[in-house]
């Protein structure tokens, strides 16, 4: 692996396979990351990095663009068919410029969207002042109810009718219960407002039919390609036939220059990966496994918000366990899991400390862990907040850890 870097440069590659070294020896439970296939890694790594191709297939401003304007048209067929969308544009850079472009098709500069808070599960896209889309854009929010923690669509209904915004935005980064798509649209169109859904964290899901799609419901859907999808690090907005070209238009030449084709064109691979039988298959043991271990967790007594999860994540109230989500990051890092703090709703930590961690199944499920592993990481999360000043203990989970990693490997042909 990395035989032409550790020629050329071998400071840059003992980065490199210090980091893969590192995925492979820790429980990687960030929600919202994954492991691609070679395939994916192998076409990012392609010479379609050096083409230029602004404009769109066959509508190109440079020449030489036959065929990279293949992969893209590939890529746009495939999300079609995936998500059984009417169109696709597959240029976004990321999630976050994917949400530009949509609130901008649709919104200018001064009015007003409405998306969930960022300490209630949304994303900083949805509207927060350090954003560009509350800075761009009059943003009010929507919260969860604090009894049930999952969000109040009557509650959120009045506030649309009061506040009338331009934009109402669904989804979020750290909410782990469905949505319901078409109460969200009957308050849009209540209200005058464009419904856009930021399916981000939750499209591999719904690429494999284990969640429900907005695709029927929302105008405008908008998702990363790299979380649930197990694709390359992008973005994908998915329209309405009628929406197309406002899209276009917005994300080149309104948002971003030239295309990364070599992402795109992994993007195509990544799709054509979930069109296979075997990733819905993954995806149901994605949410298998976030099931298996919000049990084991309850079952030791922790605190889970909105008490489980119906997706790949759950958020964890560490606070009746007598720690805040920054302590219980380090403390879970030190035994081998990778997680990140995260508010919980009403939280009264600051961002930066919170009450609560976020874990997520995907990336573990990737390796082929299941149900029984589970466990197994729910009892080392115990064990680890109970002996938690014992480092002769810690040391010896995170020997757990590591031997899970081992019995499961990571990109084992490299
Ligand atoms: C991750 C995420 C994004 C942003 O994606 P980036 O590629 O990091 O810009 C947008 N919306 C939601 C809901 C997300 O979870």
Redesign the pocket.
């Known amino acids: 692996m990395y035989e032409f870097v550790r020629k050329s440069d071998p400071e840059l590659a003992a980065v490199l396979t210090a980091e893969l070294a590192r995925q492979r020896g820790q429980l990687e439970m960030i929600a ?1 990351e994954n492991f691609t296939s070679s395939a994916v890694l192998e076409t990012l790594g392609s010479t379609l990095t050096n083409k230029y191709a602004e404009g769109y297939p066959n509508k190109r401003y440079y020449g030489g663009c036959v065929h990279v304007d293949e992969a893209e048209t590939l890529a746009k067929r495939r999300a079609c068919a995936l998500f059984d969308a009417e169109r696709a544009n597959v240029q976004p850079h ?4 994917a ?1 530009m472009t949509a609130y901008l098709a649709f919104c200018k500069p001064g009015e007003k969207i409405l998306g969930l808070s960022l300490s209630h599960g949304g ?1 900083l ?1 949805h509207g927060h002042p350090v954003n560009f889309s509350g800075l761009f854009f009059e943003a009010v929010h929507y919260e969860v109810d604090p009894q049930t923690e999952t969000i109040d669509y009557d509650r959120l209904r009045d506030q649309a009718r009061r506040e009338k915004p331009r934009i109402l935005v669904g ?3 750290a909410y782990p219960r469905f949505w319901d798509y078409a109460a969200l649209r009957e308050i849009a169109d209540e209200v005058g407002a464009v419904f856009i859904f ?1 399916m ?2 939750i499209a591999g899901l719904v690429a494999g039919g284990v969640h429900p799609s907005p695709i029927p419901y929302a105008d405008v859907v908008t998702s ?1 390609t ?2 649930t999808l197990r694709g390359p ?1 992008g ?1 994908l907005i998915l329209c309405r036939k009628q929406h197309l070209k406002a899209i276009n238009k917005m994300n080149f030449p309104g948002i971003q220059g030239g295309p990364l084709m070599h992402v795109i064109a992994a993007k195509a691979v990544c799709f054509h990966e979930c069109l296979q039988d075997d990733f819905s298959d993954y995806a149901r043991r994605v949410v298998a496994n976030g099931k298996a271990l919000a049990d084991a967790l309850l079952a030791r007594g922790f605190r889970l918000v909105s008490g489980g999860t119906d997706n790949h994540l759950l958020l964890v109230n560490v606070k009746p366990k007598g720690l805040t989500g920054k302590e219980m990051e380090a403390l879970l890092e030190r035994v081998g899991i990778t997680c990140n703090k995260n508010t919980v709703p009403f939280d009264e930590e600051s961002p930066f400390v919170t009450s609560g961690i976020r874990l997520g199944t995907p990336a573990l499920t990737t390796r082929g862990m299941g149900p029984a592993q589970m466990d197994q990481i729910a009892a080392i999360i115990d064990e680890a907040v109970q002996h938690r000043g014992d480092e002769d203990a810690l040391e010896k989970l995170r020997g757990v850890s590591v031997e899970l990693c081992a019995d499961h490997p990571l990109y084992p042909e490299f």
């Open positions: 919202s990321s999630g976050s410029t949400n994303h896209t989804g979020a980064s930021d981000a964290h990363t790299h979380k690090r973005g």
